[in-house]
T-cell receptor
């Protein structure tokens, strides 16, 4: 199993550009999450999904959109990039029947908006 | 709203010495508790977790943590650190109820430096 994969690993955007961060998992996990990590800070939840076709906002959803058309994929969309969105983005997944609620994380995407 | 506090931003420990990283949480109920480690440029790896039962939990790489309900704490310990333990450590809490899944709330992290 590849686990949770994210592409790209690095990206530089200009202000106002748009892009999609890709996330995929091959563990048949229903639950998937997007977090952002700013320097010196912990991770903050952007959006999460409990299954295909179902998404919900986390703590910091403004400026982002998500979709969940399949169990495996959970892309994160930035429509109008802003410098405040410079961050490292992590995707994670977990299994609904896991009583421990452990989340498995991808390697991250480092995004810089100039 | 739930919150997680890691009071120490940086900790320096000599190789071979013992380690304790502090974590306090504020939650309406007993949450699920986690410690993750992040090496530079890497994703997060789960060290250990607590959700019920024995309050002293063992994890990978020789780490353990103790849940103390009265102190709302979940401190991470290791009896003897190795240079490879230098990393960022995050405490996190979550509440999973009714079959749904909420995200985790993370502390700001503790940066561990190992002195030779």
């Amino acid at each position: 199993n590849a686990g949770v994969t994210q592409t790209p690993k690095f990206r530089i955007l200009k202000i106002g550009q748009s892009m999609t961060l890709q996330c995929a998992q091959d563990m048949n996990h229903n639950y998937m999450y997007w977090y952002r990590q700013d320097p010196g800070m912990g991770l903050k939840l952007i959006y999460y999904s409990v299954g295909a076709g179902i998404t919900d906002k986390g703590e910091v959803p403004n400026g982002y959109n998500v979709s969940r058309s399949t169990t495996e994929d959970f892309p994160l969309r930035l429509e109008l990039a802003a410098p405040s969105q410079t961050s490292v983005y992590f995707c994670a997944s977990s299994h609904p029947t896991s009583s421990s609620g452990e989340q498995f994380f991808g390697p991250g995407t480092r995004l810089t908006v100039l | 709203a739930q919150s997680v506090t890691q009071p120490d931003i940086h900790i320096t420990v000599s190789e071979g010495a013992s380690l304790e990283l502090r974590c306090n949480y504020s939650y309406g109920a007993t949450p699920y508790l986690f410690w993750y480690v992040q090496s530079p440029g890497q994703g997060l790896q789960l060290l250990l977790k607590y959700f019920s039962g024995d309050t002293l939990v063992q994890g990978i790489k020789g780490f353990e943590a103790e849940f103390k309900r009265s102190q709302s704490s979940f401190n991470l310990r290791k009896p003897s650190v190795h240079w490879s333990d230098a990393a960022e450590y995050f405490c996190a809490v979550g509440l999973y109820s009714g079959g749904g899944a909420d995200g985790l709330t993370f502390g700001k992290g503790t940066h561990l430096i190992i002195q030779p």
